[in-house]
């Protein structure tokens, strides 16, 4: 029986790349996105390449919504086996300075790294933990892993997701459910923060040189920390 993988704010880089990875081998991709065309479109691509998907619109820093999209994945493909994060913070959400971060500041961001992720955790940990086997994948960016004050409140955001993942980490060892963290230092072809950096190079500060990967190249990634499950987290990306 196939498995089924859903893909919370699935991304033209990130989700595009890990949908197809574990759609050849033969998951079921339930596409998670807030604007309902282009969840349904990312959907038709992987269907057209041969891949079962379906598209299933919601915010997933609602709580609401994130238990309701849950529900409708599993009355459409059956449980969910594993669980990829890949949401990612818009450009203009980002503070350059640490010193201009303020509470308001940090909604955005920690709705979307901390918050989310906790909503799902909770929505599909206990079935996962139930049934004796599921992953959780998540996704994180440099400003946590290497300090980068021009992302500052994204950057705090980060590392409260880390710290959480790697208490889960813990907390779920032995139960048979993976929980994983791709720490990414590059920019993402394709993704959203590409056209904009491309577009308005200004954003990046002077001289820092950032590696760029294709979402193929990230969805091989996952699927090396889903199969192996020998480590919480893998960087990729990140200068030597």
């Given at each position: 029986?196939?498995?089924?993988?859903?893909?919370?704010?699935?991304?033209?880089?990130l989700?595009?790349?890990?949908?197809r990875?574990?759609?050849?081998?033969?998951?079921?991709?339930a596409?998670i996105g807030?604007?309902?065309?282009?969840?349904?479109?990312?959907?038709d691509?992987?269907t057209?390449?041969?891949?079962?998907?379906?598209?299933?619109?919601a915010d997933v820093t609602v709580?609401?919504?994130?238990?309701?999209?849950?529900e409708k994945?599993?009355a459409?493909?059956?449980?969910i086996?594993?669980?990829m994060?890949?949401?990612?913070?818009?450009m203009?959400?980002?503070?350059?300075?640490t010193?201009?971060?303020d509470?308001?500041?940090?909604?955005?961001?920690?709705?979307?790294?901390?918050?989310?992720?906790?909503l799902v955790?909770?929505?599909?940990?206990?079935?996962?933990?139930?049934r004796?086997?599921?992953?959780?994948?998540?996704?994180?960016g440099?400003?946590?892993?290497?300090?980068a004050?021009?992302l500052?409140?994204?950057?705090v955001?980060?590392?409260?997701q880390?710290?959480?993942l790697?208490?889960?980490?813990?907390?779920?060892?032995?139960t048979?459910?993976?929980v994983?963290?791709l720490?990414?230092?590059?920019?993402?072809?394709?993704?959203k923060?590409?056209?904009?950096?491309d577009?308005?190079?200004?954003?990046?500060p002077?001289?820092?040189?950032?590696?760029?990967?294709?979402g193929?190249?990230l969805?091989?990634?996952?699927?090396?920390?889903?199969?192996?499950?020998?480590?919480?987290?893998?960087?990729?990306?990140?200068?030597?």
């Amino acid at each position: 029986m196939s498995k089924t993988i859903a893909i919370f704010g699935y991304g033209p880089g990130l989700g595009v790349g890990t949908g197809r990875r574990f759609g050849r081998e033969g998951f079921r991709v339930a596409v998670i996105g807030r604007d309902p065309e282009k969840a349904r479109r990312h959907a038709d691509e992987l269907t057209a390449e041969g891949i079962e998907a379906a598209a299933f619109p919601a915010d997933v820093t609602v709580a609401a919504q994130v238990t309701g999209v849950i529900e409708k994945i599993e009355a459409t493909f059956g449980p969910i086996d594993v669980a990829m994060h890949g949401a990612a913070g818009n450009m203009s959400d980002r503070l350059p300075s640490t010193l201009e971060v303020d509470i308001p500041s940090l909604d955005a961001p920690i709705a979307l790294k901390l918050h989310s992720p906790i909503l799902v955790t909770r929505a599909l940990a206990p079935k996962m933990v139930e049934r004796g086997d599921g992953a959780l994948l998540f996704s994180s960016g440099s400003s946590e892993h290497f300090v980068a004050p021009y992302l500052a409140n994204f950057g705090v955001a980060l590392a409260a997701q880390r710290g959480y993942l790697r208490q889960l980490a813990v907390e779920l060892r032995g139960t048979g459910v993976y929980v994983g963290l791709l720490n990414i230092g590059a920019l993402i072809d394709g993704s959203k923060a590409a056209q904009i950096i491309d577009e308005n190079p200004e954003v990046i500060p002077a001289g820092l040189e950032i590696v760029r990967m294709s979402g193929a190249e990230l969805g091989d990634h996952y699927w090396r920390l889903y199969t192996e499950r020998d480590e919480v987290e893998l960087d990729v990306g990140f200068p030597a």
